[in-house]
């Protein structure tokens, strides 16, 4: 059928099942909002921000598994949306973004609200293009959906000129893609995986290293069931969280520069690493140098660019974590011995006694770690979780109970302060029945503060619980370890009335400074169905513990800070 290059992009979205789409118009994008005005295929999200509505769609896509979708118009449009890109390729998450763009005849000329959005996005996607031709967007539209969500996932951009917007064309939308350039591989080799496994049957010190990738090829319970089998501990990346539950005796914790003692201490004297669906980042490994010196390495993962990036590997096996792990299961005997690991999950374990995950308590003034705690055994897995950046991430990280994967929605690889309302909110989208909590602190709920008002004008009843310290609190921390205590720029104890502010919006806030409030404070803004802040003061030197300092081998733990 003949019709318009926004109606193409309108009804490529109804064929790709998209339910949501959050954006911010503009005027080379008005086109296409002309015909997001006509249409009944999905609802259309107005942030307040472009950088909230890409934080939004991923937020949904991290949350739902399906590809995040958002629309912002050229020049600071785009501009506006690139650290959106970013945290969603850092994290590989799945997510389509169309910007608009001056029409073709005047690209290169620096007209009005003109940016070079490709050349500009192309570090921080998986793939982008410009669109040149009305005939070619169909197929473009088909291949970004594709792209983002196979393989390694990831954000797709597409730039659409206006002029392309308009143009009339036939829409003839593919039923499948085949590119020969780009062909993810989801099974291992037969014989490495083979390798591998008697590896880890000859070993003695194994320990199964999780990553988001499994959670990205929602194989948590093939996860599990192996775990379950072969009695190996394990330990967890920030993004894995969940994939085991939190009170699985196998599972050590979160590993790297706030794991625990016993998950650190774990990876440092094992004898074989078993990596599947992790890129061996910097914040988990510590000093390269120092990192399992004395493991041999497996290591999973569907995007061959990882496997060797950074650590030696003895066994690589390129494929989808959840394919491969079946694939082992397979060759393992089932009446496997429970017993074979039993001396080294007993000396795992006295490192877990000796120093397990701890903060003191106060009636004095509220420790962060309770509040958590106490959100995660009044809601438990009614709620799924977002944060922004810094040490109330981390709190939650340790902290909350969480039981399955995709309960966690946080930014990982970029750390990207400003993440948790949007997200949040993306979440809410997603799971309308699911209770949406965003953990934040005083500094990055800030950022993103005006998505107060797309949350109320939009009916998206979100739960945002500031640990408010009055202070940027991780610089905080690192300044008070290691820079004397010279608080540069740190300090904010001049605040606004959240609670004012949250009303301002539409929304209800609380102000909350001992425990007996908070709870008050939470069946309140339970029963709220509106935006919620809840303002709650908590010690303002409390630090995130365990720590790797920068550069530091992972066994080179700090467990406590003295004066």
Request: aromatic share 8%.
């Amino acid at each position: 059928m003949e019709i318009n290059g926004s109606q193409m992009i309108i009804e490529a979205l109804h064929k790709e099942g998209v339910e949501v789409v959050f954006g911010y118009p503009g005027g080379a994008m008005l086109n296409v909002y002309d015909e997001v005005y006509k249409q009944k295929y999905f609802e259309h999200i107005l942030t307040r921000h472009e950088q909230a509505a890409v934080h939004a769609a991923d937020g949904y896509a991290r949350a739902s598994g399906k590809t995040g979708v958002a629309l912002v118009t050229s020049g600071p449009g785009f501009t506006n949306a690139v650290t959106g890109l970013a945290t969603a390729y850092m994290d590989s998450v799945p997510l389509v973004l169309i910007s608009a763009q001056v029409a073709i005849s005047m690209i290169g000329t620096d007209a009005f609200q003109e940016i070079d959005a490709v050349g500009i996005s192309r570090p921080c996607v998986k793939h982008n293009y410009l669109v040149k031709n009305i005939k070619e967007l169909p197929r473009i539209l088909k291949e970004a959906f594709y792209i983002a969500n196979t393989g390694r996932a990831g954000p797709v951009h597409i730039d659409v000129p206006k002029d392309v917007t308009a143009s009339v064309g036939n829409f003839v939308y593919p039923n499948e893609i085949v590119m020969q350039t780009y062909k993810p591989t989801y099974k291992g080799n037969a014989r490495q995986i083979k390798k591998a496994v008697e590896t880890i049957l000859s070993a003695k010190r194994p320990v199964l290293y999780l990553g988001g990738g499994i959670v990205n090829s929602n194989a948590s319970h093939t996860i599990r069931e192996f775990v379950k089998l072969m009695q190996i501990p394990c330990v967890e990346t920030l993004m894995a969280r969940g994939v085991l539950r939190y009170d699985d005796p196998l599972l050590l914790g979160m590993v790297g520069m706030h794991g625990t003692y016993a998950a650190n201490m774990a990876m440092s004297e094992a004898d074989l690493i078993i990596a599947l669906g992790t890129r061996f980042d910097d914040r988990v490994t510590g000093k390269l140098s120092e990192f399992a010196k004395y493991a041999k390495v497996i290591h999973v993962d569907i995007d061959p660019s990882s496997i060797g990036k950074l650590v030696d590997i003895d066994f690589p096996i390129v494929g989808d974590a959840g394919h491969v792990v079946e694939a082992m299961m397979k060759i393992v005997d089932e009446k496997i011995d429970a017993k074979k690991y039993q001396e080294w999950r007993e000396t795992l374990g006295r490192y877990r006694n000796i120093h397990p995950l701890m903060y003191k308590d106060s009636d004095k003034v509220l420790k962060p770690q309770w509040i958590i705690e106490h959100v995660g055994q009044t809601l438990g897995d009614k709620a799924i979780i977002t944060t922004d950046v810094g040490q109330h991430q981390m709190w939650t990280a340790q902290f909350y109970p969480f039981t399955k994967t995709r309960q966690l929605i946080t930014s990982g690889g970029l750390g990207t302060m400003g993440f948790g309302l949007p997200a949040a909110m993306g979440v809410k989208k997603a799971f309308p029945d699911k209770i949406s909590v965003n953990f934040a602190g005083d500094g990055g709920i800030l950022m993103n503060i005006q998505e107060l008002m797309t949350a109320a004008a939009s009916n998206i009843p979100v739960i945002n619980i500031i640990l408010n310290n009055r202070f940027l609190g991780m610089v905080r921390q690192w300044q008070t370890f290691f820079y004397g205590k010279r608080y540069s720029s740190t300090d904010l104890d001049m605040q606004p009335d959240f609670v004012k502010l949250a009303e301002s919006f539409g929304g209800v806030g609380f102000k909350v400074r001992t425990k007996d409030e908070f709870i008050k404070a939470l069946e309140s803004a339970l029963s709220s169905n509106k935006i919620v802040i809840i303002d709650v003061e908590i010690d303002r030197f409390e630090n995130v513990l365990p720590m790797v300092p920068a550069g530091s081998s992972l066994y080179n733990m700090m467990l406590e800070y003295k004066d």
